[in-house]
């Protein structure tokens, strides 16, 4: 079984602030991370991904995530942050299913509320 | 680009209604997927299916039931709607990736 953890289910920051969201996951197997990212009425869209390779992994708007395995953890981080970052954020992580699916848990999603 | 459209972005049903909420993706994806979404609770995956007419249950199937005919279309049955249904539904699908692509979403309200 798997499962994945945001510790904080809300982040206050003020524009051009650093942030860090952070989600730890368990898995007894090989997993793949991802971040996702769910702006106001729309569905999700993938922020970024690690599925093997170099541990950072970075987005084009410039989020970063580190996959830590000896802490099973992959938080999400952007130096300075803009005020169209708002949004809903959710750690996920992906084992593979019937079919040679990969199948998907995701943790309970971090609002992160940019103020100017 | 990857398109994942879903047959509503707002449904209003009444209790023991059968509700069917559509979901179609452009991009030849093997797997397809429903969740629900609740605020606090994340998202929660109801079924998915890897292959046209193969199903398989996700954490939360009680109360659903899915079709897959073609590969494109994916469906989610409600077959007896009950008010602890109301919550917006999302569509996904992905391919050899593990990445999903995630439809707008169905925002569904049982009175």
């Known amino acids: 079984a798997q499962s994945v953890t945001q510790l904080d289910s809300q982040v206050p920051v003020f524009e051009e602030a650093p942030v860090e969201l952070r989600c730890n996951y368990s898995?007894?197997?090989?997993?793949?991370l991802f971040w996702y990212v769910q702006y106001p009425n729309q569905g999700l869209q993938l922020l970024l991904k690690y599925l093997s390779g170099s541990t950072l992994v970075e987005s084009i708007n410039g989020f970063e995530a580190e996959f830590n395995k000896s802490q099973t953890s992959f938080h999400l981080r952007k130096p300075s942050v803009h005020i169209s970052d708002t949004a809903e954020y959710f750690c996920a992580v992906s084992r593979t299913g019937a079919g040679g699916s990969y199948i998907p848990t995701f943790g309970r999603g971090t609002s992160l509320i940019v103020h100017p | 680009d990857v398109k994942v459209t879903q047959s509503s972005r707002y449904l209003v049903k009444r209790t023991g209604e059968k509700v069917f909420l559509e979901c179609v993706q452009d991009m030849d994806h093997e797997n397809m997927f429903w969740y629900r979404q609740d605020p606090g609770l994340g998202l929660r995956l109801i079924y998915f299916?890897?292959?046209?007419?193969?199903?398989e249950k996700g954490d939360i199937p009680e109360g659903y039931s899915v079709s897959r005919e073609k590969k494109e279309r994916f469906s989610l049955i409600l077959e007896s709607a009950s008010t602890n249904q109301t919550s917006m539904y999302l569509c996904?699908?992905?391919?050899?990736?593990?990445?999903?692509?995630f439809g707008p979403g169905t925002r569904l309200t049982v009175l």
């Open positions: 996904a699908s992905s391919a050899d990736s593990a990445t999903q692509y």
């Open positions: 299916s890897y292959d046209v007419k193969m199903k």
């Open positions: 898995s007894s197997v090989s997993v793949y």
